[in-house]
């Protein structure tokens, strides 16, 4: 058995099925991600299926990492979602699993196009995919400054107050 031997992956044009080599990251004709893959020609009505919903504006930009899945499955499920809302997205084995005995299962990166990250955050907030911003959910420490800044200016305020008054 021979495994690992072969060349990386080809990516493809999830709209017109044009492969392109694993550096290059949109589509030239249709400007969407390339995806991950080689696919069938029965998956073909498949993919012009979801290319429909592709939102071209939610295709622009580089490609930002919005959520992680556990295996290929939840990241296609994920993927699915994202569609739904007319945002493509990218699949990509997670840094640090890029060995053979992951190239079926381990965890995998969703990435959507700059443009899309907003609209993917959204999709992924309600499906609880991923965690509030921590930001508003706790004191950030840049919060936790920003308080402790303003009480040492009203202490250092009330010390020159006491000082005038007593002189
Ligand atoms: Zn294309």
């Known amino acids: 058995m021979v495994r690992g031997a072969g060349p990386p992956e080809p990516l493809s ?3 017109c099925g044009a492969t392109f080599p694993a550096e290059e990251r949109f589509c030239p004709e249709c400007r969407l991600p390339l995806t991950l893959g080689a696919e069938s020609v029965s998956d073909l009505s498949e993919r012009h299926r ?4 592709v939102k071209p504006q ?8 919005v959520a992680g899945a556990r295996n290929q ?6 993927q699915g979602l994202l569609l739904e ?3 493509p997205s990218v699949l990509r084995r997670s840094p640090g699993f890029d060995v ?17 990250v907003a609209t993917a955050r959204q999709v992924l907030l309600e499906a609880e995919l991923i965690p509030n911003q921590p930001a508003t959910a706790s004191v ?12 040492l200016a009203l202490g250092a305020l009330i010390v020159w107050l006491v000082t005038l008054a007593t002189h």
């Open 140 to 151: 950030s420490p840049g919060r936790l400054l920003a308080g402790l800044l303003i009480a």
């Open 73 to 78: 499955a939840e990241g296609e499920f994920i």
């Open 58 to 65: 939610l295709a622009e930009g580089e490609l930002v990492r």
């Open 50 to 53: 979801r290319a429909r919903k």
């Open 85 to 87: 809302e007319g945002v």
């Open 100 to 116: 053979p005995d992951f190239l079926a299962a381990g965890p995998r990166d969703v990435l959507v196009a700059q443009s899309g």
């Open 13 to 15: 044009c999830p709209r």
